[in-house]
Each structure stands twice: as C-alpha cells, then as structure tokens.
C-alpha cells in the first residue's frame, strides 16, 4: 500500500525558508524508474507544479520561482524534502508531495499540508 | 513552457448527460493526463496517458486526443462527478497543469 504525508512548518514569517519533508512508504526511491514530485494549490486556486526528483537524483524546478526551489531526498528513511527561500504571502498554500513512476503520472498523493506565510 | 488552457472554466450538466471538458496546450504533447479534485480532498489521477482509467474510475469517462488538443468525456452525468478537473502535461520540463474546469450539477 503506497502512502504519502507532508510535513511543514504551519507558518512562517516572509523572508524566512520553508523546508517541507514527505514522508512515504509502499514504494522506494532507489528503485529504478521512481520519482517524487511536489505541487501546490493556494486556497481556491489551482495546482502549481513546483519540482520533482527521480531515483537517479535527477533533478528538475519550475523555473517560475527562480531558484528559490531545492529538492533532495533521503532513500534510506524514505523521505523527500523541499527547500523554499526567501518566501512571501505568494507561498500560502497547500503543499502536496505525489509520487510518479517513470512514464507514468503522479499516482499517489499526499493529503497535503497548509503553509501560511504571515508577518 | 507549456502552456495548457482549459475550456470551459465552470459548467453545470444535468443528470445523465454527455459532458466534455477541453484542454488545449501551446505545443504539442505526447499524451495527456487528467485529475479530480473534490472541495476539501487532494487531487486523484483520473485518466492517463491520454485515454486510460485510472483505478477505481467509472468506464463512463473516457478520455481522447492528441497534439495539442485533449479532451475528456462523461457519457452521462452522475452527481458523484461533480469536481474540479485538471489537466498536467508531462512531455516536457516545467510540467504545467490546467487551469482547471470546474463541473456542477443541475
């Protein structure tokens, strides 16, 4: 059974990095052909994708956020994380960790987690 | 970029039906995919690679197209269809969703 859950800081000041970490289970990110992605949705608005990481490290951003992004993982705790810099009241939103396998599409999501970003 | 734009934006369908949703990208695509996403709930794939089911997925959908035109399709509207549905692109880097079509029932 594949499972994802996002985690994150809840809220944040701007300025500030917003690390987020999905935590999954069912599948591994050394598997050949294994990616994870990351997507967001502000309340009432519609998916963002923002960068995916493949079991080769491979790596891919959404150029829209200029370099604000880093991706990475961790293969052995089965954990992906995403970095955001500098944030602003822009970043408010759902963030969503969703797995893909290799020529596929994102097949399992997580249930997301809200980041509000507040002075 | 890829650029998907869908069409229409809100419609409302009676039970029974035939509804569909259009998604037009900039360039062209290899396929297509489609989510739903309920008021409240994280998005689910509902077809990929342009015509396929997802799991669990009512053979009343049904999903075409190619190059920069895709659609998909319900033969007949039921309640439980009311949602928001997305298109992605996944030939190329940035990927890029839909804007979105969101479906009511009359």
């Known amino acids: 059974q594949v499972t994802l859950k996002e985690s994150g800081p809840g809220i944040l000041q701007p300025s500030q990095t917003l690390s987020l970490t999905c935590t999954f289970s069912?599948?591994?990110?050394?598997?050949?052909?294994?990616?994870v992605g990351w997507i967001r949705q502000p309340s009432g608005k519609g998916l963002e994708w923002l960068a995916n990481i493949w079991w080769d490290d491979d790596k891919y951003y959404n150029p829209s956020l200029k370099n604000r992004l880093t991706i990475s993982k961790d293969t052995s705790n089965n954990q992906a994380f995403l970095k955001i810099t500098n944030v602003d009241t822009a970043d408010t939103a759902t963030y969503y960790c969703?797995?893909?396998?290799?020529?596929?599409?994102?097949?399992?999501w997580g249930q997301g987690v809200m980041v509000t970003v507040s002075s | 970029e890829i650029v998907l734009t869908q069409s229409p934006t809100t419609m409302a369908a009676s039970p029974g039906e035939k509804v569909t949703l259009n998604c037009l990208a900039s360039?062209?695509?290899?396929?297509m995919n489609w989510y739903q996403q309920k008021s409240g709930a994280s998005p689910k794939l509902w077809i990929y690679?342009?015509?396929n089911l997802a799991s669990g997925v009512p053979n009343r959908f049904s999903g075409s197209g190619s190059g920069t035109s895709y659609s998909l399709t319900i033969s007949s509207m039921e309640a439980e269809d009311v949602a928001t549905y997305y298109c992605?692109?996944?030939?190329?880097?940035?990927?890029?969703f839909g804007s979105g079509t969101k479906l009511e029932i009359k």
């Open positions: 690679g342009t015509s």
């Open positions: 992605l692109q996944l030939s190329s880097y940035p990927f890029t």
């Open positions: 360039s062209s695509v290899s396929y």
């Open positions: 969703a797995r893909i396998p290799l020529d596929g599409s994102y097949d399992y």
């Open positions: 069912g599948f591994s990110l050394s598997t050949y052909g294994m990616g």
